[in-house]
Each structure stands twice: as structure tokens, then as C-alpha cells.
């Protein structure tokens, strides 16, 4: 029993350090729905284990903020809830979907007519739920056409 209890510890704490070998970063948009009046844009995050352990993703929640000088303002909810498995030293791309807050593209619309600029920062904030362990995600993107 001794044993046993050694073998899950060992195990568990080798997963513990495996969950900080995960590399989230931006994939492509793969589509654009409605959901009643809400916008839905459809878009891939990446995920990179470079363990020799698999992970399940169980979720992924959070929100989206433009980056208006040193403020951040929401932009729309992030959310994920289909599981993924996510194998030993491989990469898979994640579909969240990104419900946008209408108040707030339409703030950024008339603002990028405003001044000119149609590039925007744009923050991520979410958790994801790995085998029923709550990690961060924080990814920043540059989106738009520089003037």
C-alpha cells in the first residue's frame, strides 16, 4: 500500500510540473455566427504540450478587452466547453468561441473612424479547466491594418 501511495504521488507531482510545459498561443478565425443579436466570432487557440504527459481540456472561460492606453476595455466573452485531449508532445487547436458585446464593437468601430487607426490590441483573459486544475490564460493580439 506504501507503494502505491508513492506511485501516485510521484505521478501526481510530475503532472504538476507538466501543466507549466503548456504553450497557448493564437490560431486563425474560423468563422463568424449569430446567436440571436449576438455576434459569435469562431476562433482557434492553440495549445502545445511539450510533456510526456496528456492532458484533458475540460474548458476554457474568460474575456476579450481592447487595450485603450494603460485601460482595458471588455469586448466580449470567451468560452470553450467541449473536452480535448491534448496528447504527449503534440499541438492541438482549440475552438472558443468569442461572443462580442455589440456596445463594444461599436466603440471601437467609430473610434478606428475617428482617428484613423484600424489596429487594435486586443487582451485575452480566461481559465482553462486541465484535468481539473484552473490555469491562466493570458495572450495579447495585434489585430487590424496599419496606417
Known amino acids: 500500500m506504501l507503494v502505491g501511495g508513492g506511485i501516485i504521488a510521484y505521478s501526481l ?4 510540473k507538466a501543466f507549466k510545459s503548456i504553450n497557448f498561443f493564437p490560431d486563425k478565425i474560423h468563422g463568424f ?3 440571436g443579436l449576438s455576434p459569435i466570432l469562431v476562433m482557434g487557440l492553440g495549445a502545445q504540450n511539450t ?7 475540460y474548458s476554457i472561460a474568460g474575456n476579450a478587452y481592447s487595450k ?14 467541449q ?3 491534448i496528447s504527449p508532445n503534440s ?3 482549440l475552438r472558443v468561441n468569442i461572443k462580442l458585446s ?7 468601430i467609430i473610434e478606428a473612424v475617428q482617428y484613423g487607426d484600424f489596429t487594435k490590441t486586443i487582451v485575452i483573459k480566461a481559465t ?12 495579447t493580439l495585434n489585430i487590424g491594418l496599419p496606417v
Open 13 to 16: 507531482i510530475r503532472k504538476g
Open 33 to 35: 455566427e449569430w446567436e
Open 51 to 57: 510533456s510526456n504527459q496528456s492532458f484533458t481540456i
Open 68 to 81: 485603450e492606453g494603460s485601460d482595458l476595455v471588455y469586448v466580449g466573452n470567451i468560452s470553450a466547453f
Open 83 to 85: 473536452p480535448q485531449v
Open 91 to 93: 499541438e492541438s487547436i
Open 102 to 108: 455589440l456596445i463594444g464593437v461599436a466603440n471601437e
Open 128 to 139: 482553462a479547466n486541465i484535468d481539473q486544475q484552473q490555469i491562466p490564460i493570458n495572450q
